[in-house]
């Protein structure tokens, strides 16, 4: 039987996020979000940041928005697509919906025991552009 502990983590694909239908207009300056990255203790894992301003998200041509990054070191301004993002800041029916969809797909797939998982849906550009794998893909630049 091989030993659990031995293997590598199963990174589960996030095929929820790259078909969210969400407005740019869904967000506004000061809200705070959630870009979720993985799952940590049975629940999802991300990093938490405030919409600062619309800022043109390069990888896919469309509206997104600046972030600022309370941890981000060098790279505390970022911009993403209104549909990585997540309301923390307010209770939101359409971003708990999302997150309800994340967790039923990802949580069975990670380990609840042990750190957090990134399971490494996103990369950041040297423009500072967060663009999801599935983007990439499509030919983001
Ligand atoms: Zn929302």
Same mark, same amino acid.
């Given at each position: 039987?091989?030993?659990?502990?031995?293997?590598?983590?199963?990174?589960?694909?996030?095929?929820?996020?790259?078909?969210?239908?969400?407005?740019?207009?869904?967000?506004?300056? /000061?809200?705070?979000?959630?870009?979720? @990255?993985?799952?940590? /203790?049975?629940?999802?894992?991300?990093?938490?940041?405030?919409?600062?301003?619309?800022?043109?998200?390069?990888?896919?041509?469309?509206?997104?928005?600046?972030?600022?990054?309370?941890?981000?070191?060098?790279? #505390?301004?970022?911009?993403?697509?209104?549909?990585?993002?997540?309301?923390?800041?307010?209770?939101?029916?359409?971003?708990?919906?999302?997150?309800?969809?994340?967790?039923?797909?990802?949580?069975? @797939?990670?380990?609840?025991?042990?750190?957090?998982?990134?399971? /490494?849906?996103?990369?950041? #550009?040297?423009?500072?552009?967060?663009?999801?794998?599935?983007?990439?893909?499509? /030919?983001?630049?």
């Amino acid at each position: 039987m091989p030993d659990p502990v031995s293997r590598p983590p199963y990174v589960p694909a996030d095929t929820i996020t790259p078909e969210r239908d969400i407005t740019h207009e869904h967000f506004r300056p /000061g809200d705070q979000v959630t870009v979720v @990255k993985g799952a940590a /203790g049975g629940e999802l894992w991300g990093e938490t940041m405030t919409v600062v301003t619309p800022s043109w998200h390069t990888a896919t041509d469309e509206d997104g928005w600046r972030l600022r990054n309370p941890r981000g070191g060098t790279r #505390t301004f970022i911009t993403a697509h209104p549909r990585y993002m997540i309301h923390t800041s307010r209770l939101c029916r359409d971003c708990l919906s999302h997150q309800r969809a994340l967790e039923d797909r990802i949580l069975p @797939k990670i380990p609840a025991a042990g750190g957090p998982v990134d399971c /490494g849906w996103y990369t950041l #550009t040297e423009l500072a552009q967060l663009v999801h794998t599935n983007d990439t893909a499509r /030919g983001g630049r």
